[in-house]
């Protein structure tokens, strides 16, 4: 949208879509941070079970450990990435389109330094966020459908190289950012773009760009999620049951506990994925695939309004997670209840102290 200017979209547009991004901005913030401040209080409040079996000669004895909870889950670590990885987009992404939006100007036409910069964190941001979300995704599938798997072939430090070579991948994916983009002179004002001495290099960032975050990123997320949805509805058919195969009661209690929060961890990734999608198709449609194959789909005079309006549709997945989990886990308003109960009293405390 370089050639067109916040100029095109009439006032009420304009207001309309300003105080959007910044309600946005605000409700995504405070959201974010009450599901980072659950995860966390949980984690830090209680303790975790841990089942050994020590055979003996004549019996088997199953022994409960008790260790501090500050390793946590699998599925917690991965919802606090995703969920500090959506917070950063808020402020990345969200942020300079409110700023737009508000006739100040785009940052990125500051200096070439914000250019530059800014360009690469926001492509990072966002594909750090669609990608997490793919390995959550995959993860969940794969922990619903063969439970065991999470304790041999696919283990936490499996799990940690994943993520560090996904994030190792997107940093050298968008580190040419940093050197072909500047600010290019109009015959009224700069914009933010590839500077012209590296079009066969910005061509070649597009098409990968396009490729491993389109193409190829939204075909696993709909893939994995149909699998989660396949595996989720049977194991929901079978019934939660003990997956050790003993017949100790403390194993099969800690295990079916187990299955019960992995199958309500996978319905809440199972909505995150589909709004992602719901939301991201269209920009991906009229947007993304007109600019790469000059489709004219869209009026031209319109093309800014609907711009901003499918990009902050599809923001919005940054800042919903929250609201989606205390709509449908219980398990989860009642961590959130626990921790606004230990808010108060500790508020009640300090007040009482001073």
């Given at each position: 949208m370089d050639n067109h200017t916040i100029a095109e979209l009439t006032e009420p547009e304009r207001l309309t879509l300003y105080v959007y991004s910044v309600l946005l901005l605000v409700v995504g ?326």
């Amino acid at each position: 949208m370089d050639n067109h200017t916040i100029a095109e979209l009439t006032e009420p547009e304009r207001l309309t879509l300003y105080v959007y991004s910044v309600l946005l901005l605000v409700v995504g913030t405070v959201g974010n941070s009450l599901l980072l401040a659950t995860v966390l209080f949980k984690k830090l409040r209680k303790p975790t079970l841990e089942v050994n079996t020590i055979q003996c000669p004549a019996i088997a004895r199953t022994v409960q450990k008790v260790h501090p909870a500050h390793t946590g889950s699998t599925a917690d670590k991965l919802l606090l990435l995703l969920t500090f990885a959506d917070l950063v987009c808020l402020w990345v992404l969200v942020l300079r389109y409110s700023l737009t939006l508000s006739a100040y100007g785009d940052v990125r036409l500051q200096n070439k330094f914000a250019c530059k910069f800014h360009t690469f964190l926001s492509m990072v941001c966002s594909n750090l966020s669609i990608a997490l979300l793919c390995i959550f995704s995959v993860h969940r599938a794969i922990s619903i459908r063969w439970p065991l798997a999470s304790y041999t072939w696919l283990s936490k430090r499996k799990l940690n190289a994943c993520l560090f070579g996904a994030f190792v991948f997107i940093l050298l994916k968008h580190a040419p950012a940093l050197f072909i983009f500047s600010l290019v002179d109009l015959d009224v004002g700069v914009k933010c773009d590839i500077r012209p001495d590296t079009d066969t290099l910005g061509k070649a960032y597009y098409y990968l760009e396009f490729s491993t975050h389109c193409v190829l990123g939204y075909p696993i997320l709909i893939v994995s999620n149909i699998l989660l949805y396949v595996f989720l509805k049977r194991t929901l058919k079978r019934g939660i049951t003990s997956m050790s195969g003993t017949s100790n009661r403390s194993t099969d209690t800690v295990t079916q506990s187990a299955t019960t929060t992995g199958i309500s961890i996978a319905r809440v990734l199972l909505f995150f994925s589909w709004i992602q999608l719901i939301t991201s198709v269209p920009f991906l449609i009229f947007i993304e695939s007109s600019d790469q194959f000059g489709w004219d789909i869209i009026p031209d005079n319109r093309k800014l309004f609907v711009y901003f309006a499918l990009l902050l549709a599809m923001l919005t997945n940054n800042g919903i997670n929250f609201f989606i989990m205390i709509g449908i886990s219980t398990k989860f308003r009642g961590d959130v209840r626990s921790l606004l109960v230990h808010f108060r009293e500790l508020c009640a405390h300090t007040c009482h102290k001073a």
